[in-house]
């Protein structure tokens, strides 16, 4: 069973539009992904600016490769180094932990994840 950040079972990140390495809308990951698409973000028009300026234009469709284009508001497994970049340059857009996959945490810290969270962490009850 994948795993998101807060060690509990991923959920759905995006059906509309469909996202992930796999495109079955969960940020799951595998060997063949090689850019670790595991951050369940809900992009900003700052964060897709930012991503094109370094070379990854997510906002352009490309059918070709299941890829509809993106606008601000949408919810994308984006990649985790990517998104780190974007924390580093003021430019991170939030995220959802519990719909982004646990291998995000060998490149994000939590405490970067938590900051940006739309959803907050499960506090244990005492």
Not at 14 to 29: A, E, I, N, V
Not at 39 to 56: D, H, I, K, P, R
Not at 108 to 113: I, K, N, R, S, T
């Amino acid at each position: 069973m994948p795993r998101n950040v807060l060690g509990t079972k991923l959920q759905t990140c995006s059906m509309q539009p469909l996202t992930g390495f796999f495109r079955d809308g969960c940020c799951q990951t595998g060997p063949d992904d090689l850019g670790v698409h595991t951050v369940c973000a809900e992009v900003t028009e700052e964060f897709l600016a930012f991503s094109y300026a370094s070379g990854n234009d997510l906002i352009t469709p490309r059918p070709q490769s299941l890829f509809p284009g993106l606008k601000p508001g949408d919810r994308w497994c984006v990649c985790a180094a990517r998104w780190k970049e974007a924390v580093d340059a003021g430019a991170a857009c939030p995220v959802y932990l519990q719909a982004t996959h646990e291998a995000t945490l060998k490149i994000v810290p939590f405490e970067d994840l938590v900051r940006f969270a739309l959803d907050t962490p499960a506090v244990p009850e005492t």
